[in-house]
């Protein structure tokens, strides 16, 4: 068998005749050159980062990146396993532990205190300690966290910036700015009603109350921000989600002293007219919920823009200040398609953050720039079976079917709703669902999975952490999730390390053998 492959993957690496001693050769300088390229990653950049960003690809792990590392071959029209994604070349990797607390798997806002502020907390919680009491607003005050490296960024004279194509007021970026007992409290209805009366203040009011100097925010969820007697400016059907009637885009601009160069839009068209020339602060929320996957994006009326295109706006707007910046961008529907036991859905939103990461390193000097590009968790997406070489990622196994001759999808979910079930009725039924004449390819395509519920759960194995730039070494093992958030702090000397900016080259020293 192995005699047959070398050849065949010789032909789809090189696309030349082959012999077989060929194909040892060629693996062979692949080996020299990778060798050559891991001896000049040893030349570390020990500069002081002035500029941070940080991609986080929520429920982006090793399966799904694989998964969609093929995807980006194949959809050139080659085998796939011969591609990389943009951030696969980074010069430094290390894993991250991701369990809180009070759980050995994570859920996103626990994940984003360790990110953003290096300490790890209680699940279902924003910016507190995990002393806190969850649903318990009376004890935010008293268990809030200090400041995270978005706010350490902007007392270091530093701008920043929040991207993501999820609420805004979803788990990850909410970490930035709000502090709670409980992520799920979005705009006012979310939070009981004796909470309410005693002070309790919601994600999306926090957003307006503590984000005055952060220059550009973009992502969805626009229906916290409205009052309920509002419409929605896209969706004349829908109306604002608020009850307590107040505006919060008017007072995010009036935050600004309605200065002209505060700037709020809703729509592709407003993105796309901004004039950086005339504007200062940014507001975009362009969906009342998430914003779409990037497989429903070109069909929205209103249109929106892509991950790469807020990136691409932020990073402009945020160059121009000379003492640096702060840049989170999120890929968030990553993993609400995972949810859904939906792949396609998860891997060309993949592609989409890939696309998004390879934009700011067209446009950022890595001597003074610290891109780091991680995962809050893992996702329940598995990749199975002995398929060939360029078998279509979203087909079927073309090389086994299961002791009833029944195929199997390459991708499946341990759980979720593509459980073994009857789809018209959500039931669960004592055999797989039979592929064979389904088209597994189809946008809307639920994966099979294990054990049906409503959605998939996340998982809890560790997640990748790709570096480059100014102390990127710094990743280099398996960490804590939070130490990515002291690596970013060192590299830039803010916060904690604002006096550890003496930078030496590290000794090294021969580890003894026993």
Request: aromatic share 8%; charged share 25%; glycine share 8%.
């Amino acid at each position: 068998m192995a005699m047959r492959i070398i050849p065949i993957l010789f032909i789809i690496y090189s696309s030349c005749a082959v012999t077989n001693a060929a194909s040892i050769e060629y693996w062979k300088q692949k080996g020299r050159a990778e060798i050559d390229k891991a001896l000049s990653d040893q030349q570390y950049n020990t500069n002081r980062a002035k500029n941070v960003i940080m991609f986080i690809g929520d429920g982006l792990d090793l399966p799904t990146i694989t998964a969609s590392r093929i995807l980006k071959g194949q959809l050139k029209g080659n085998p796939g396993e011969e591609d990389q994604l943009s951030f696969e070349t980074f010069p430094h990797v290390g894993f991250s532990k991701t369990y809180s607390v009070d759980g050995q798997v994570v859920d996103s806002s626990a994940a984003a205190n360790a990110l953003f502020f290096g300490v790890k907390t209680k699940s279902e919680t924003l910016g507190v300690a995990d002393t806190v009491t969850h649903l318990d607003c009376s004890t935010t005050e008293e268990n809030k966290l200090e400041s995270n490296i978005m706010e350490e960024s902007i007392m270091a004279g530093k701008s920043a910036g929040i991207v993501t194509t999820s609420r805004i007021t979803h788990a990850t970026p909410a970490a930035l700015y709000a502090h709670l007992a409980s992520r799920r409290w979005e705009d006012d209805t979310d939070i009981p009603l004796q909470q309410r009366s005693e002070g309790c203040i919601d994600i999306a009011r926090q957003l307006v109350q503590e984000t005055a100097d952060v220059k550009v925010i973009l992502g969805g969820g626009r229906q916290y921000f409205y009052p309920n007697d509002i419409s929605d400016p896209e969706y004349s059907n829908r109306n604002g989600n608020r009850e307590d009637g107040r505006n919060l885009i008017e007072e995010w601009l009036a935050s600004h002293d309605n200065d002209s160069t505060a700037r709020y839009v809703w729509d592709k068209a407003g993105f796309d007219a901004i004039d950086l020339a005339e504007v200062d602060f940014l507001l975009g929320l362009f969906e009342p919920g998430h914003m779409k996957y990037e497989t429903e994006r070109e069909d929205d009326e209103a249109g929106e823009p892509s991950l790469e295109e807020m990136v691409e706006k932020a990073l402009q707007m945020l160059q121009e200040n000379q003492n640096g910046y702060f840049l989170m961008a999120e890929g968030g529907r990553i993993d609400h398609a995972h949810h859904e036991n939906n792949a396609y859905k998860a891997l060309t939103d993949t592609l989409a953050f890939e696309r998004a990461i390879q934009k700011a390193l067209d446009m950022v000097n890595l001597k003074d720039t610290l891109i780091i590009v991680t995962s809050d968790h893992a996702q329940a997406m598995s990749f199975v079976g002995y398929t060939g070489i360029g078998n279509p990622i979203f087909g079927l196994n073309d090389k086994e079917v299961d002791d009833e001759g029944i195929p199997w999808s390459t991708l499946q979910y341990t759980g979720g709703p593509g459980g073994a079930i009857e789809r018209d009725t959500f039931r669960a039924t004592d055999s797989r669902r039979d592929l064979t004449n389904v088209d597994t390819a189809d946008p809307d395509f639920v994966q099979p999975a294990l054990f049906l519920r409503p959605k998939s759960p996340h998982h809890g194995q560790d997640v990748p952490i790709y570096a480059i730039g100014p102390m990127a070494h710094m990743v280099h093992s398996t960490h804590e999730e939070s130490y990515i958030a002291h690596v970013m702090r060192y590299a830039a000397c803010i916060g904690d390390y604002e006096n550890d900016c003496s930078r030496q080259a590290p000794r090294r020293k021969l580890r003894k053998q026993d």
